[in-house]
Every structure is written in C-alpha cells, then in structure tokens.
C-alpha cells in the first residue's frame, strides 16, 4: 500500500511538471507574438488630456482624431492637441467621431459638433452613439433613436416607435439596405427617410455591425455573433462577454469587449488569440480599435489612454500633403475649399501678405519628413519648416506648390494660384485719368483765374465809371448849384436896397449873399461837409429867397437825431434844389406858402424830408414853364442819391386831404455816414 501511494505521488508530480512546461510553452508563444508588434502607450504624460478614450479614427490628411471624455484630440504624429469648449464644442464628453474629406463629426453627450476649415458647428441634442455619414445625408444614433442632421438643426426620424424610443448602439448602409442595431433588437430598412422596407431580424442587445462580404456580422453584448445571410441568423458563441464592437483589422475580427479585453477570430471566426492583461496590454477595459493607412493598430481604453501596435508589414507608398490653412493678410481663407480650389484666387493690391501652412501626416516616420515649397518655379530647398510667409508681393499672377518627403520618396506637389491686382495709382487708366484730370484743373485753375482778373477789372472799371459818374454828377450838381436867375435876382434887389437908401437891410441881404456865396464854393471843393453846415447854407438860401421873393413864406427846419449834426457827413447841396423847386414851383401860387424840412436818423439810415402846402408836384409841372436848370437840377439831384448806395431810396409823393391836393412831399434816406 505504501508503493502505490509511492507510485501515485510521482505520478501527480509528473503530471504538474507537464501542465507547467506547456503553460511556459504557450507564455513564450505570446511573448515572441507581442514583441514581433512593438507596442508603444499614449498616455498623460504624452499630452493625452485623459486616459478614457471612446473611440478614434483617421482622417483623408491623416490626422489621427480619439474622442475622449475630457474633448477632441488630434494627433499628428509629434504631438497631440485637443480641442474643447473653450475652443467651440458643444461639449467635452465625446462618445464617438467620424470623417468625411477633412470635416469632422464629433458625436457627443449634448448633441453633434461639426469641425472644417470654417470652424466649428454645433447642434444641441441627444446623446449620440453613432454616427452614418452617406452621400447625401447624416445620421445621428442617439439614446432615443435616429437623427438626421440638417444645414442648422437636428430633425428625428420617425421609423418605428421600438426604434425611435431606444438606444441605438450602431448603424451601416451596405449599399442596398440599412441596418439599425438597438439595445433591443436587429432591424434592416431600405430607407431611413420614410422607409417602405422595416423588417426586425433579431431581438437582442445589438451592439455593433460589420458587413463580410455578403453577410452581416453584428455583435450582441452577451449572446456572441450573429451572422445574418439572406435575413437568416446564424448565431456563433465565443468566450468574451460584454462585447461593444468588431473590427476588421489585417484580415482578422478583433472582438472588443468592455471589461475582457479584445479576442481575434481569423477570416474563418476561429480562435486565434487574446489581447488583454494578461499578455500584452495593462487593462481589460477596450473602447475601440482602428487601422490606420500606414497598417498601424489604434486601441483605446477606458483607463489608460491609447495603445499604438506598429505593424511589422507598413505599408510602402507616397506621401500625401495638404494645406491646412493659408492666411491672406493675417486672416484665414474660410470661404473656400483650399484643398479643392481650382480657380485663381483674385486679390486686391493691399492683400499681398499671404502666408502658407501645409503638412503631411506620417505616423511612424514623423520625424523624418522634409518640406519644400515653389513659388512660379522658385524653389525653396528641403526642410522640416512646414509654413512659410510671402510679404510684400508685387502685382501679377502667382502659382504656389508645396511638397514634401520620406527619405527619398516625394510626395505630388499640390498648387495653389493666385492674383495679386495692380495698384490703382499704377494702372494706366489711372494714370492717364489722373493726367486728364491734372490737366483740366489746371485749365479751370487759369480759366478761373483770368475770370477773376476780368471780374476784378471789371469791378475797377465798373467802380471807376461809376465814381466818374458821380464826380460828373457833382460837377453838374455844382454848375447848377446857384440858379443865374436867382442871382440876378438877388443882385437886382441888393440894387434896390441902395437906391433907396435902406442899409441896414442892405447890409444884412449883402452879409447873408456873401456867406451864401462862400459856402457855395468851399463846400464845392469837398465830397462830403457836416449836416449842421448843409443847414447852415439851406437857412441863407431861404432868407435870400424870402426878401427876393414877391409872396411870402414860412419855413421851418428840425432835426430828430441821436447824433450831433456836426458828426454827421453828406454830399453838399443836396437838399437845395428840392428847396428851390419848392420854392418857385409849389408855393409860389399859394398864400400863405410853408415849407417844413425834417432831418431823422433810424437805424442805420438818415431820413431828409421835405414838404411844402403847394399846389402839388403835377399841377406845378402843367403850369410852370420849361425850366432846364430845374428839371436838370432835380434829376442830377435824384441820380446822385440813388448812387450813393443801394440801400438808398427816393420819392416824390403828393399830399391828399379829402381828395384834395394839399402840397408836395419829397422823401429820400441814404446811409448814415459819421467822421468818427
């Protein structure tokens, strides 16, 4: 009994011995498997603003895009930058993300952002799990079923309500059909706008579809694959649970699984390996897995950041550059497709300052990519600068390249054409116009000048003619100063006077006839004398008239001035002749005769007023005889008055009471003139 517990002892360690050579057999299977794919891990330290990443994927530039719960990350192979609401997104929970050309589609916990050259959209929502870019619409999977997104809002689709009321986990168009996979069932549709066809293939938990030639391989999260051919399900059990998606990566399906890690299925669905703790990667806990175009391996998780998976086999090929941006004058070129832009940009002559950013992404040989740019056939030499600033560029057509290169593998150039306009101040059109111009000023500037040289002689002769006219006017007014007659007279008198012996009254008449006669001709040698003068010789003229005259008369002389008459200038013997005319020709047939003269000032103007209670100016003028030196005398007088200024006036009215004639009213103002 002791030997066979002996021989069974020996026989168990045998068989421990066995089980431990074939777990170290199989441990180093995996170890030379992991190490023939280098792996490299994305983290915090490496920029990563998180290490919960959702989802990723690479766009036509080949930027590679993670959608993470701390914002959008964009990796370039150097460096990673993130983008969030600060820089414009609705929300920095990102779920998934997609591309089409170089926009991207970020589907968050608030809705959908939308990322191109112009900047960034955004439309509020649902929280969105998928996302189906076709070509002529986009989806949305949301918790509460489809969405499409308009120009500038999301509209749901109405399909069915076991739809539109759940989550939808993916979506896919295979060319013919849409295919819904909810947390509920597998449906298939031939539209998702107002479908005819809306067929349930399964119910389940549907988490993700891939499409395999003619069958559909969706995955449920605890009931394996489902394979649907011809709306038959045929349905595959593996070992991972909680499945979240399946990829299709180097002819295998990588099976992700939320909290097992990834399993991979051959091209047949059968066992090849596990990815997860316990062989190669940190954690179990895998979001997604993507290929990228150099055959690279993305996988991300839910804790520690990216993992990146060179591939032993890249992919040999040219590599492909873009511009991600050109700046005219400091301002980005939004409205329009820089990448697509097949015409010749037309700028003015101010926009000369154009800047150029271009680049191309190379994942695993980032820092070996070399630049260089042609500017109408100038070439720059190579270099890993990937911008360049073109100041100050003359007029004329321009055609800017740029390439870049791997080692010795170049890259097709991309080009981009512009026009810069000739300043207007050096087109010909201008220049001559501004000649034109130049030389029509300078015609209307001599033209106005001679005009103004005519108008100023003009003025000197018009001012001259008229100065000659009222020194012609004054001489006649002095020639017809003292009527001959009236001289005559008063000699004629003096005579009398002698003869019989009155000298008193001689001597008076013979004083008053002196000083009028000195008066007369002191002030013909002045323009202007004082109004107290011009009365002075008015009072020595009536008196004469009075003892000449064979009826009598009365006249009167008052002043109503706010200035003293001595202060106040006007031409001499202006007032005379009216006096005369009055004198001879109004009240010569009337007894009783008076004449009234009235001095005034208002405002800037001096009133003269002369009134008689003759027989009126018309009836005087029917009975008196031609008189040359009277009428001469009056319209010389008058003529002299209205040339004084234009603000002087003249009348000759005659004075009704009860329409009878009462006497003749003579009225002129001329400006008021002071020797002060």
């Not at 051919?229 to 002819?251: A, F, L, S």
């Not at 890249?314 to 820089?338: A, M, R």
């Not at 009826?551 to 001499?572: A, G, K, M, V």
Request: hydrophobic share 35%; proline share 2%.
């Amino acid at each position: 009994m002791k030997n066979s517990f002996v021989l069974s002892t020996q026989k168990h360690s045998i068989q421990n011995s066995v089980f431990l050579l074939l777990c170290c057999f199989f441990y180093g299977l995996i170890s030379i498997s992991a190490q023939n794919h280098p792996l490299k891990t994305y983290t915090k330290n490496n920029g990563l603003p998180s290490l919960h990443i959702n989802n990723g994927i690479q766009d036509k530039t080949g930027y590679i895009w993670l959608a993470s719960n701390n914002g959008l990350i964009r990796f370039n192979g150097n460096e990673f930058t993130t983008f969030t609401t600060k820089s414009g997104l609705v929300s920095n929970s990102i779920n998934t993300v997609s591309t089409k050309e170089n926009t991207v589609f970020i589907g968050t916990n608030k809705g959908l952002s939308i990322k191109n050259h112009r900047g960034i959209t955004n439309f509020e929502g649902n929280n969105v799990n998928c996302i189906l870019i076709t070509k002529n619409h986009t989806f949305l999977g949301t918790d509460k079923g489809i969405v499409r997104v308009r120009e500038d809002y999301l509209s749901p689709l109405r399909t069915n309500f076991q739809i539109d009321l759940n989550r939808v986990n993916d979506m896919l168009f295979d060319g013919e059909f849409y295919w819904i996979a909810t947390n509920k069932s597998l449906w298939k549709l031939d539209k998702l706008i107002n479908p005819k066809v809306l067929k349930r293939i399964d119910v389940n938990n549907y988490t993700s579809i891939l499409i395999n030639g003619e069958t559909v391989v969706a995955t449920t999260y605890n009931k394996g694959l489902k394979f649907i051919t011809n709306d038959e399900v045929e349905t595959q059990t593996i070992t991972t649970q909680n499945i979240t998606g399946i990829k299709k990566i180097d002819e295998q399906f990588w099976i992700i699984s939320d909290d097992g890690g990834i399993e991979v299925l051959d091209v047949n669905f059968n066992f090849v390996r596990n990815i997860n703790k316990y062989n190669t990667l940190t954690t179990n806990k895998i979001t997604s897995a993507f290929q990228d175009n150099e055959k690279n391996t993305w996988v991300s998780t839910k804790d520690k950041g990216v993992y990146f998976i060179k591939s032993d086999k890249p992919v040999q090929k040219k590599p492909t550059i873009y511009f991600e941006n050109i700046e005219v004058v400091f301002t980005s070129l939004d409205s329009i497709n820089i990448n697509n832009y097949k015409k010749t940009l037309q700028l003015p002559a101010d926009k000369n300052h154009i800047s150029f950013y271009y680049k191309t992404i190379n994942i695993s040989n980032s820092n070996k990519l070399e630049y260089r740019y042609k500017l109408n056939n100038q070439a720059s030499p190579w270099s890993s600068k990937s911008t360049i600033d073109l100041a100050y560029l003359s007029p004329g057509n321009y055609t800017f390249s740029a390439q870049s290169r791997v080692g010795k593998t170049e890259s097709n150039p991309i080009e981009f054409s512009f026009f810069i306009d000739t300043p207007i101040y050096k087109k010909n059109w201008f220049i001559w116009s501004s000649v034109g111009l130049a030389c029509l000023i300078l015609t209307l500037t001599i033209w106005l000048y001679i005009r103004r040289i005519q108008a100023k002689n003009k003025a000197k002769v018009a001012k001259l003619e008229l100065e000659n006219h009222l020194i012609s006017l004054e001489q006649k007014a002095l020639q017809l100063q003292m009527n001959p007659h009236f001289i005559f007279n008063v000699l004629n008198g003096i005579k009398a006077l002698g003869n019989s012996g009155k000298s008193a009254e001689l001597n008076t008449t013979i004083s008053k006839f002196a000083t009028l006669l000195r008066g007369v001709l002191h002030n013909s040698r002045q323009e202007e004398i004082s109004l107290a003068e011009e009365i002075t010789t008015l009072k020595n003229y009536i008196e004469l008239e009075q003892q000449m005259n064979s009826n009598t008369f009365e006249y009167s002389i008052t002043t109503n001035l706010t200035i003293d008459s001595e202060e106040i200038l006007i031409p001499p013997m202006l007032i005379q002749p009216f006096v005369e005319n009055s004198i001879k020709h109004g009240i010569s047939s009337v007894e009783n005769g008076k004449i009234e003269i009235n001095f005034s000032v208002n405002r800037d103007l001096l009133h003269c007023e002369i009134v008689d209670n003759g027989i009126g100016i018309h009836q005087s003028k029917g009975l008196k005889k031609v008189s040359s030196h009277k009428s001469v005398a009056l319209k010389v007088t008058q003529e002299r008055i209205q040339n004084l200024s234009n603000k002087s006036t003249f009348s000759i009215s005659e004075i009704r009471k009860e329409s009878e004639i009462t006497g003749t009213k003579v009225l002129f103002k001329i400006p008021l003139k002071t020797d002060f």
